[in-house]
C-alpha cells in the first residue's frame, strides 16, 4: 500500500461531501481507525441503490440497522424485511456497555442509546405484525404469471381469464376467486363464454390450476385479499423521522415465491403511485432486502428483468433500494450494475465455490491500492471494504472501514414490546379486520346454484305436466313427490357445490387453506 498519509488524504478528500451524508465509519490503516478520515455515503446518493454484503456472521445486519437509523433521523422512510427478526430491536434504545463505548470512541462516534418510530408488519398476519394483504386483481396477470413461471402461452391466457373476470363484474380478491373463474371457464356453461376470444384449452387451465396450487402451498392463500395495504403506509414520518417498517418474514427461506412477489409487487405499486421527482436531496424511501438471494433463487427471465427494469426506474420517483446478501454473485449482473453504493464485509475461501466468489467480487470493485482479494479475506466483524458514489456520480475510493455502532438495541425486541406495539399502531385497526365481499367465487356459486334450482324446478313442471295427463294407476298409493327444496338439494349441481363449499370451510377451519372471514 502507499504511505499512511497518503491513504488518508486520499479518503478525507474523496469521502468530503458538500451535503447531508449518512456515516459509515472511520478509516482503518493498519489495524488503526482515523477517525478524521470519515467514511460515508451522501443522502441525496441513497437512491441509486447500493449493496450490503458479505459472510453470515460478519454484521450485514447491523450495517443495515445502522443506516436505517441515520435515515431515519434524516426524515426518510425505511422499509426493511427482517427475514430472521434480529431489526426488531431497532425500535429500542440500544444497551451501553465499556466494550461498546470503546470502539465507539475510537473512530470518533458520540453514541447515544436511541429508539426510532418502528411499525411491524406480517404477511397475511402470519406472524407477529400488522397484516399485509393484497388483491390479485391489483398484481395483474403479467406480474403473476412471472411469479408462477408460465410460458408466453400461458402468461396470455392468463391475461385472457383477468379480461373476462373484469368485463364480467368477478371481482379477483385471492386465489380462490382465480380458480372459480378458470373451473367455470372450463365448464360446459363457461366455455361458450370465451369462444369469439379463442377460448382457454383445458391443458393450459390445468397448468395454471396446478400453478396456483403450489403458490398457495407456499402461504400465498393467506396474503390475497383485503383490506388491501396501501404502500402510502410507508412514507409516513413521526416526530420528524422517518417510519421504519419492518416485515417479519417466519421461515421465508422454505416460501421464496411469496417473497418474491410480494417484494416485487409492493415496488411496482410504488412506481406505479409516485410522481416523478428527479434528483432530490434525499430520497423519499430507501428498501432494504435483506437474504437478497431469496429473491432471485429460481427466478425466471422475464421476472429477472421486470426487476432489473424497476430497480432502475424507481430511482427517479425517490425511492433508493439495498440489496442484502452474501456475496455479490447472488445479484443478476443486470440489477449489480445499478448498485451505485458497495459496503463488503467479509467473505471466506474454504471452498472452491468460495474462492470463486472471492475472484468474482474482487472483480466488481474500483481499482485499489489494496490486495482485495486477501482483504477481504481478513476483515473482522463489524468492518468492511466501501466505495459508493459521490455527489457528482463518481465512485469513491474504497476504503477499509470500522463501522459505527447502531444506537439501537442490537438484538430482538421482546416478544411482548412487539405486541404492545403492533396493537397500540393505529394502521393496525385499518388492517386486522379481514374483509369478505362478495366476489367471483360467491358470484360464480351463486351462479352454480341458482341453475341446478332452474333445472329442477323444469323437471318438476314436467313431471306434472305428465302425471296431469296420464291416468293414476290402481293399487298402492303413489309415492309423495318431493317438494321443490327436497329435489334441489339432491341434485347433482347442488352436492358438487356442497361439496366444494365444505372443502373451503373445512380447510379454513383447520388452516390448509384459509378461507376469508
Known sequence: MTETGDVVETVKQGYAFEGAAIELGALLVDGEPKPEAA??????????????????????????????????AAGVAVFAADIKGDLSGISQPGASN?????????????????????????????????????????????????????????????GLIFHYADKQGLTLLDLKDLRAVITHLTSDDGKADLKELGG?????????????????????????????????????????????????????????????????????DLFHDLPEVGDV??????????????????????FLDSIAQTVRLIRSKGVGVFFVTQTPKDVPDDVLAQLGSRVQHQLRAHTPNDAKALKATVSTFPNSAYDLGEVLTQLGIGEAIVTVMNEKGAPTPVAWTRLRAPLSLMAP??????????????????????LDRESAYEILAKKVQAGAEQAQAEEQ??????????????????????????QVIGSSAFKQFARTAGREIVRGLFGAARRRR
Open 461 to 486: 313442471a314436467k313431471q306434472q305436466q305428465q302425471q296431469q295427463e296420464q291416468p293414476a294407476p290402481r293399487g298402492r298409493a303413489p309415492k309423495p313427490e318431493k317438494s321443490m327444496v327436497e
Open 39 to 72: 467514511v460515508r455515503i451522501p443522502l441525496s446518493m441513497v437512491n441509486r441503490h447500493g449493496l450490503v454484503a458479505g459472510a453470515t456472521g460478519t454484521g450485514k445486519t447491523k450495517t443495515l440497522q445502522l443506516m436505517a437509523e441515520q435515515l431515519s
Open 281 to 302: 436531496d434525499k430520497p423519499k424511501l430507501v428498501f432494504f432486502f435483506d437474504e437478497a438471494h431469496l429473491l432471485f433463487n429460481d427466478a425466471s427471465k422475464a
Open 98 to 158: 465499556e466494550k461498546l463505548l470503546a470502539r465507539t470512541k475510537t473512530i470518533g462516534q458520540e453514541w447515544t442509546a436511541t429508539g426510532f418510530p418502528t411499525e411491524f408488519y406480517a404477511l397475511g398476519g402470519q406472524g407477529t405484525g400488522i397484516p399485509i394483504r393484497a388483491t390479485v386483481t391489483s398484481f395483474g396477470p403479467v406480474l403473476l404469471s412471472k411469479v408462477l413461471g408460465l410460458n408466453d402461452v400461458q402468461e396470455s391466457s392468463l
Open 413 to 434: 425486541a421482546a416478544a411482548e414490546q412487539l405486541t404492545a406495539s403492533v396493537q397500540a399502531s393505529p394502521n393496525n385497526a385499518k388492517y386486522a379486520q379481514v
Open 200 to 268: 382457454l384449452s383445458a391443458a393450459t387451465a390445468g397448468v395454471i390450476l396446478r400453478s396456483l396450487i403450489g403458490f398457495a402451498d407456499q402461504g400465498a392463500e393467506a396474503f390475497f385479499g383485503e383490506p388491501e395495504f396501501d404502500t402510502a403506509d410507508l412514507l409516513q414520518q413521526r416526530d420528524g423521522k422517518g417510519l421504519i417498517s419492518l416485515l417479519e418474514l417466519p421461515n421465508m427461506q422454505d416460501r421464496p415465491a411469496l417473497f418474491s412477489t410480494f417484494l416485487m409487487w409492493l415496488l411496482a
